[in-house]
């Protein structure tokens, strides 16, 4: 069974049902759960819903401590932009414990945040910072872009032994798509075609895989059958799903939210470069503009990608000459 | 080998004599481990890499505040972490051979000197970065109190660490969440290379750092951190606090590092070893060194239970030849150990 479901709904769906399952999550962060009346509040009392102070090392460094200890915290730090106040605990603190103490330690800590929120909110909001996490070893990375996938996902994470940063695009929030009821779980890891194609691959990002997939739609009423790869998972990276669709097209347009320099969209270039460069004809990156994030709309726009930027590059991978090798 | 089991039953009795021959034995085993460490830098140069931190001169605050711990508290202290597992019962040949990255070492050469971690005996783990396992120490309160566990954590961090924002931030929600948790300052005088004195707003203005414990409107106290008995009464009225579900205190254990931050940091091949401590290093104050070199405290409590008869010059002689020997041991186990293997790097990096 499933049923239609906005992303943000879907991602509390599956915070609700994993609490129920296991009495080890714990779920807290900054303005939420801040009256009696809340729902989760009322659901698991206090002691496992918790409004917590404007304190981003605290929380995220106490999550990781509690996660050593026997709880599966998720931490609920609303923008990503925040977890850079408190980067140790992210970066040099929750994926290296573990490491450190040769396997003797587990940090099942969640990290939740919402990212890319374009819509005015100029230059310290609106970023994808996701690029800074993936290349972490003991780090995972989450990016779902659609509801079922923000709720199977989500499952994934909490249940997961290592510490995941579970990044959801603002802009999604409020669409809506078929989300299975009940236990529903994505494997962490595994890309997803979310349409099948021929001619040429599209590699998108969260909100950029509904822009993708947009752009496939008007290219397909020219004939040309594109197919749209959703990684869903930047770390670790399912590298076999994505060369094998390029290996299949041999033409591929990676389509990143994230300024172009040392995005996802290079780093999954650089996979592609390397397994499948017999069957590669041609690669192009679809990235936002190496500027931080502008204020004014048409500023906004200009720098984003979009689905006719996204319509150009395949048509340019279409006609590029085959490069003999 | 009893001396390094911790007794099953909490340790109330701050004055009973094998309460204070305990205290004096574990002190002991600190001070050879350290000093063992600091020879093997001389003795087979090269054998420990990177940045090791000794706790001789922490010694009666460790094991004072160890002293009221209950079999299950959870102890998590800064990267200077020797000494806390020696107390728990770590079995020293694992430290040592962790501090000489080898195969049998306790993390099997995967964390060293800074990151020994031992969750089997409540000791689960440290941070390199200064501060941060005050956070995670915090986290570790937040698991007793919602599993209603019993359990209580002692979180350890020098002065320098004091002056983290992970500090303040959670010590601010230990107070908001009543966490089970007792802060341990170990103002040991030196943030790495720099005096207290010069980078602490309490000791600018000439009050103790534990007034710092007024921003969070939890009890805080200052205490001779040369002296276990004194450490202990005043740790054990916080445990007491945090096991009452009242929440955290903030303790300073005010002592002297006896030994350098760390070895010397060099590039190899040439050789580190201890250099002298930074009062005479760096700050040519050789007289402050000696000052507090002649308050050493674990010839100090020696000197004071002699004098109580609680220890004859025989029975701390036979502590000691224990302590050294268990040491050497623990030395030729590291040393004979073999490196892991290369490939075993892969290990470990998703749970």
């Keep these: ?325 | 080998m009893s001396r390094n089991t911790p007794k099953k039953a909490a340790r109330r009795s701050q004055t009973g004599t094998d309460q204070l021959q305990w205290i004096y034995t574990q002190m002991v085993r600190i001070r050879e481990f350290e000093e063992a460490v600091k020879r093997t830098f001389i003795e087979h140069p090269g054998v420990i890499r990177g940045h090791s931190h000794l706790g001789d001169g922490a010694e009666a605050s460790i094991v004072g505040a160890l002293s009221t711990r209950h079999d299950t508290d959870i102890v998590m202290p800064s990267y200077r972490c020797h000494g806390y597992p020696i107390v728990l019962g770590t079995p020293l040949r694992k430290m040592m051979a962790e501090v000489l990255g080898r195969k049998d070492g306790l993390c099997r050469g995967f964390g060293g000197s800074m990151h020994l971690a031992d969750p089997s005996r409540y000791f689960p783990g440290t941070s390199g970065i200064i501060g941060q396992s005050i956070a995670h120490a915090t986290g570790a309160a937040l698991t007793a109190q919602v599993k209603h566990s019993g359990q209580i954590v002692y979180c350890f961090f020098g002065d320098g660490a004091s002056k983290q924002g992970a500090f303040f931030e959670s010590l601010n929600m230990a107070a908001v969440w009543k966490l089970p948790i007792v802060y341990v300052l170990e103002n040991n005088q030196y943030q790495a290379y720099t005096h207290f004195s010069l980078e602490d707003a309490n000791a600018v203005a000439g009050d103790p750092l534990s007034k710092k414990a007024e921003a969070f409107s939890i009890p805080g106290a200052s205490v001779d951190g040369t002296d276990p008995v004194a450490v202990g009464k005043v740790v054990a009225k916080a445990a007491d606090r945090a096991r009452a579900g009242k929440g955290p205190s903030l303790v300073e254990t005010k002592f002297y590092r006896l030994s350098a931050h760390g070895n010397v940091i060099t590039v190899p091949p040439l050789p580190t070893q201890f250099p002298e401590h930074e009062a005479v290093a760096v700050y040519g104050n050789r007289r402050e060194f000696e000052h507090w070199k002649a308050k050493d405290p674990v010839r100090r409590f020696r000197a004071r239970l002699l004098k109580n008869r609680v220890l004859t010059e025989a029975s701390a002689k036979r502590i000691e030849a224990a302590a050294r020997a268990e040491v050497e041991d623990a030395v030729q186990f590291a040393l004979a150990s073999p490196l892991p293997a290369p490939e075993e790097a892969l290990q470990y990096v998703y749970a």
């Design chain 1, 1 to 325: 069974m499933a049923r239609e479901m906005m992303y943000g709904d879907a991602i509390a769906a599956a915070i609700i049902e994993e609490m129920q399952r296991d009495p080890n999550i714990i779920f807290y962060g900054q303005n939420m759960a801040m009256t009696e009346r809340d729902p989760m509040l009322r659901k698991f009392g206090k002691e496992r819903v918790r409004i917590a102070p404007i304190s981003e090392t605290a929380e995220i460094g106490i999550g990781i401590g509690a996660a050593m200890t026997g709880l599966r915290p998720i931490v609920e730090l609303w923008m990503s932009e925040f977890m850079l106040v408190a980067f140790d605990q992210v970066i040099n603190e929750a994926p290296r414990l573990r490491y450190m103490s040769g396997g003797q330690v587990s940090v099942p800590v969640v990290l939740k945040a919402g990212y890319g929120f374009c819509a005015g909110w100029a230059g310290q909001h609106s970023n994808c910072i996701y690029h800074t996490m993936m290349g972490i070893p003991g780090l995972k990375v989450v990016v779902p872009s659609t509801p079922a996938d923000a709720k199977g996902l989500m499952a994934a994470a909490i249940r997961d032994d290592n510490p995941v940063v579970y990044l959801h695009p603002y802009m999604l929030t409020l669409d809506k798509g078929e989300v299975p009821d009940g236990e529903y779980v994505v494997p962490i890891g595994v890309a997803d075609i979310k349409r099948a194609g021929t001619d040429v691959t599209i590699v998108a990002v969260g909100w950029m895989v509904k822009k993708a997939l947009a752009a496939a739609e008007r290219l397909a009423a020219e004939n040309i059958s594109a197919e749209v790869v959703d990684p869903r998972t930047l770390a670790p990276l399912d590298v076999t799903t994505i060369v094998n669709s390029v290996k299949k097209t041999g033409r591929v347009v990676l389509v990143d939210q994230a300024p172009r320099q040392s995005s996802a969209a290079a780093v999954i270039a650089g996979e592609i470069a390397e397994h499948a460069v017999g069957d590669l004809h041609a690669l192009k990156m679809v990235t936002a503009l190496d500027t931080s994030i502008p204020y004014s709309e048409p500023l906004e726009n200009f720098v984003v990608p979009n689905e006719d930027k996204i319509v150009e590059a395949v048509k340019s991978v279409l006609t590029q000459e085959v490069i003999a090798v």
